[in-house]
T-cell receptor, first 110, second 111 residues
């Protein structure tokens, strides 16, 4: 069965403490992997799209990487404003729907 | 600002009623997707339209329906509302099959 699993479910860090969020997936053929950030009560905000293993993308304190089985969202020296739920989704070949992970709730303490 | 607009922002109604949520996609996007997110739950895909035609269906109840109009805006109709339908409803749009951009959502409260 195609699925997307995110870990950990929740992560508490001190401001400036770098860490990584994981998104593992099992699909028959990857068409794209998407990272979003969601604040409470708001719509998901697009962060990155990755298409092939080995690809990396960066934006400010965030860096996303992709292998054949998983993606990591690395956060470097986070700030309290980086607190949010981070969602991962996968699109497989021949399917227009995205398969969504349950998200990782990230809390950055000042 | 993603460029996707949704109205209304908030909707409060009673059980058994019918409501319509509206979404305008980003300029140039032909695909519209509808999602439901209940409190502290994940995103549940409901339905996708592409250039006016239904393309994919997810966990959409029979009481719910949607359509996409020639100007590409979309409406989600929810009828015979139940308490459990209270949720955030998001619309997203994309160029076909590519990155989805989400609107701010409509918060529906059924009393």
């Amino acid at each position: 069965e195609d699925q997307v699993t995110q870990s950990p479910e929740a992560l508490r860090l001190q401001e400036g403490e770098s860490s990584s969020l994981n998104c593992s997936y099992t699909v028959s053929g990857l068409r794209g992997l998407f990272w979003y950030r969601q604040d409470p009560g708001k719509g998901p905000e697009f962060l990155f799209t990755l298409y092939s293993a080995g690809e990396e993308k960066e934006k400010e304190r965030l860096k996303a990487t992709l292998t054949k089985k998983e993606s990591f969202l690395h956060i470097t020296a986070p700030k309290p404003e980086d607190s949010a739920t981070y969602l991962c989704a996968v699109r497989e070949d021949s399917n227009y729907q995205l398969i969504w992970g349950a998200g990782t709730k990230l809390i950055i303490k000042p | 600002d993603s460029g996707v607009t949704q109205t209304p922002k908030h909707l409060i109604t009673a059980t058994g009623q019918r409501v319509t949520l509206r979404c305008s996609p980003r300029s140039g996007d032909l695909s519209v997707y509808w999602y439901q997110q209940s409190l502290d739950q994940g995103l549940q895909f409901l339905i996708q339209y592409y250039n006016g035609e239904e393309r994919a269906k997810g966990n959409i109840l029979e009481r719910f329906s949607a359509q996409q109009f020639p100007d590409l805006h979309s409406e989600l109709n929810l009828s015979s509302l139940e308490l459990g339908d209270s949720a955030l409803y998001f619309c997203a749009s994309s160029v076909e099959g590519d990155t989805q951009y989400f609107g701010p959502g409509t918060r529906l409260t059924v009393l």
